[in-house]
């Protein structure tokens, strides 16, 4: 292969070549921030070089897994909070997890679904630090009112009672 030398014997692991194949698990540090689809170099981990050459870089391309309550858009964070009728029209404090740990978010009295609130910098931290609010992003939590599909008798006489109340038409 162009060196010029013979080997007499070589080993059965490389066939001479100096170098084989194997698996190797290597820990290597994951920024905050990071995308689907970005790109990690880890200078020198790579494979060797030929005739003793020094090792290259390794590429490893990350592939994000969908978080359960959570919508990624950039570095702004989306959450989906849920609340009943009764917390959407009296107003209620409801606990939210977020990627710091619990908040607390204040449902006004007569939120309407789709009302959003958002809380600063509690989204993804920047690649690059810089930016507006020290380098985060922020979570929108997003209310979403929730009708209930299995009331009970006296639950339905008293939402058939508060709309007689408000003077509104219901099914009989």
């Known amino acids: 292969q162009g060196s010029g030398e013979l080997i007499a014997s070589p080993c059965s692991r490389c066939d001479g070549a100096g170098r084989g194949e194997g698996d190797a698990t290597l820990k290597g540090e994951v920024p905050a921030g990071v995308d689907d689809g970005s790109t990690l170099r880890l200078t020198g981990r790579g ?7 020094g ?3 390794l590429y490893v391309h990350l592939s994000m897994a969908d978080h359960p ?9 989306h959450l989906e909070v849920p609340v009943s009728i009764a917390q959407a029209a009296i107003g209620a404090v409801v606990g939210i997890d977020t990627l710091d740990g619990p908040e607390e978010l204040t449902v006004p009295a007569g939120t309407q679904s789709g009302w959003e609130h958002r809380f600063r910098n509690l989204g993804v931290p ?9 380098g985060r992003g922020d979570l929108v939590a997003h209310v979403a009112v929730r ?3 299995d009331l009970d008798g006296e639950q339905e006489e008293l939402l ?3 709309a007689e109340l408000r003077g509104e038409e219901v099914a009989p």
């Open 147 to 149: 009708t209930p599909k």
């Open 55 to 57: 090792a290259g870089d």
């Open 126 to 134: 920047r690649l690059d630090g810089r930016g507006r609010d020290r």
């Open 69 to 77: 309550a959570l919508r990624r858009d950039g570095t702004t964070l």
């Open 47 to 53: 494979a060797v070089g030929a005739r003793g050459g």
């Open 160 to 162: 058939r009672r508060f």
